[in-house]
């Protein structure tokens, strides 16, 4: 039986800028049936008013690290080496399954809540996270970013392209594809050439996307040059193949080149742009406006929370349109439109899922935003709103491949008390001693 | 009969950074009566349980145009010359009493909720947002923003002197100077050198802050030192004897130079931080770490709403605390402490009021953060928690002058209902027509 949204006004993502007031949103089978100013026919399963919201697509969190919940502000306020060797790798040695479970749900909480409906995780114990993943009905592509510090790179000898087989073979199109496993490396700095091409391989003979941190900060991106003959991290990952898959994406991009934009455009590598985590750590400032132009695709990640420190997506979108108007000190670097759609439909063609966009056929992942927030009346364009005034705590409603799972604070999927006192009483005092 | 607060965790803003856990603050006669760790002795009308949430002082708007809610995203997209000329000034003729109090209690309840206590406003119809303020609880610093775009300047030949005249009046030392009026210019540029120098000599006479929009955008600041020999906008002020009262605050001051702060340093200027809005609108980044290392106090606004598009001082003290680091390559070019002291006991001191910390004989300008947000779980560092993490819909409980004016969701001192009919049935069709 099919549920109908009305009295929303829809943000469609598609290529008019379609806004429609007073719409009717009709959804059967987890996908999106109907669109349109009239009431569908039919009797409905439920009826939601959206009592005059926006009801857009979900977003998608396009680079996370999700179990990272636990470290939120820990060690801030030291430089990046120091806070890596001393805080955060420390306490990485100390995880267990139910400590990554309890973190990782506090996180897919924090993002459900917030608006997510799909997002990427790049992390350890990913096999737990797919657990979680599967149990709270978003989508995810699941990663484990693959490293190998040794001389001789063979397959054998590294552990993580074992992790990636198996979670290859444990996660990879479940139910219906909500799941996916993409093939990942960490970064051109913590590979090497065996592993990368490795790598590669593996995404083009199963088909799957690549994902990779690029060119996050400056000195990654010039020491990559010194050690491959003036290569940056994209140019040198393409000459191992590893963009050789459908398609791929990369973390951060903020000091690629112009050659760079080239090959990221034709072999389909979006740029995943993480504005509040490049600012926190002091990397820089992505060059989105110039990438667009490129006609490479742009999509939006929080980053983990230790370098955020939330998981709102909305602030990212938010920073992202207004930051480039203000390093460019040109008002009209960005739209909002274009942060909107980063938060959407680019992260749903990075992902190659057919979400991202209210559209028949499209998988029914949506949100809804409480039509009476103060911050979002009145409401003369609905994606300035949504991209300059709207904050996580805004979405009221979060359906996944049309299923609800989040309704005004409360969690359908995931035991909210439980979870916080798994952190609370387990997860914290193992990993901090406290 | 005082109020207590017990279980939170209570952030102090004092010198030595304290923290206190599992605090109680004692609330007598508007003002903090007691800050400890032991229960203080005595009978209270109602004990506030804080379970667990952090307790910080209320946080301190110090630029605004409140009424300015009616235009959020109005515009948007455009260049500055065409939004203000085309879309802002046609809508600000038709400003009437009514609308503008509906606009102003929208504009307050956005603050109140997101835990400002204390504001300024710069707009219109001043004498009716005096009213609402009156009404809301809350403290404010009023100001009119004089323009004079006439040949010969002369008190009588300029309606804003009057207007300035007028609201101090009215309004100067309401309820125990809850309400201030102070003197302002809006700007260089909308002003002749006998309007400076009468504003300065009011301010001098009266004991007034001074509030000025200074070097917003590099135009404005080199047009300025084209007019007027070289000088900048605070030099060129300086000569007017603008800074002559007890205490100034300019907002802004994007393109200030060294010698600028040095003025503004010795004349107790401070500089009033708008990141979003300067982002937003591509005026650029202001030298905050420059600024502070010369000895100017900094505080934080948001700016209109129709620049911003909310009134979420978390958001722009986040901004704030990662924008400096981003655009100078430096983590730790700004710290979580410093953009929460921004927030509070800069503006404080900006608008000379006894707030912007907890301790005895302050203000009890209060608010709570919600213990339980999942966005502030763990909580490794209060200050961070605040700074990087924290939504202002976290907030649970707005105390001004030791009144509870906002909890749960609920306002005390402004009828939701009423002015969201007014807002949306009177002001904006009297506005936009629609």
């Known amino acids: 039986m099919p549920i109908l949204f009305q009295n929303v006004t829809a943000v469609l993502m598609d290529a008019a800028h379609t806004v429609l007031p007073n719409a009717f949103v009709a959804v059967e089978g987890g996908r999106i049936a109907s669109v349109g100013a009239a009431r569908p026919a039919g009797s409905f399963e439920r009826v939601i008013d ?29 430089s990046l080496h120091d806070w890596l060797n001393n805080f955060i790798f420390p306490v990485e040695a100390k995880w267990d399954h139910r400590a990554i479970r309890a973190c990782a749900d506090l996180g897919l909480m924090e993002m459900i809540a917030s608006g997510v409906t799909c997002l990427t995780d790049m992390y350890m114990h990913t096999l737990t996270v797919g657990q979680a993943v599967a149990d709270a009905g978003v989508s995810a592509n699941l990663c484990c970013g693959m490293v190998f510090f040794g001389e001789e790179f063979s397959p054998a000898a590294c552990g993580d392209c074992k992790n990636q087989e198996e979670l290859f073979q444990t996660w990879h199109g479940y139910d219906d594809s909500r799941i996916q496993v993409d093939a990942s490396l960490h970064a051109e700095y913590t590979s090497k050439i065996g592993l990368c091409e490795w790598a590669g391989a593996f995404a083009r003979d199963h088909g799957l996307n690549m994902h990779v941190h690029i060119s996050e900060t400056r000195k990654e991106h010039e020491e990559c040059k010194q050690r491959h003959g003036g290569l940056t991290p994209i140019q040198y990952m393409d000459r191992c193949g590893v963009w050789d898959g459908p398609r791929s994406y990369a973390a951060h991009c903020v000091w690629t080149e112009p050659e760079d934009w080239a090959i990221m455009a034709q072999k389909h590598v979006t740029a995943v742009h993480n504005p509040v985590s490049n600012l926190k750590l002091g990397s820089g400032v992505a060059p989105i406006p110039d990438l667009l132009k490129a006609g490479v695709n742009v999509a939006l990640g929080t980053d983990g929370v230790s370098s955020n420190n939330t998981t709102d997506l909305f602030e990212d979108m938010k920073i992202a349109a207004i930051l480039q108007n203000g390093v460019r000190q040109d008002p009209m670097a960005l739209t909002a439109w274009d942060a909107v759609e980063m938060a959407t439909l680019g992260g749903a063609r990075a992902l190659g899922r057919d979400t991202g966009a209210i559209a028949p056929g499209k998988w029914a992942d949506l949100i809804l935003l409480d039509g009476e927030a103060l911050n979002l009346i009145p409401c003369h364009d609905a994606a300035n709103n949504i991209a300059y005034a709207a904050h996580g705590c805004d979405v009221v409603l979060n359906m996944c491949r049309g299923k609800v799972i989040y309704e005004n604070g409360e969690f359908l999927t995931i035991d909210r008390e439980k979870t916080l006192a798994e952190v609370k009483q387990y997860a914290v005092p193992l990993l901090f001693g406290k």
């Open 50 to 78: 959206g009592r005059g919201g926006i009801l857009m697509p979900g977003l998608v969190n396009c680079h996370t690290h999700v179990p990272m919940t636990a470290m939120r502000g820990y060690g801030d306020g030291h």
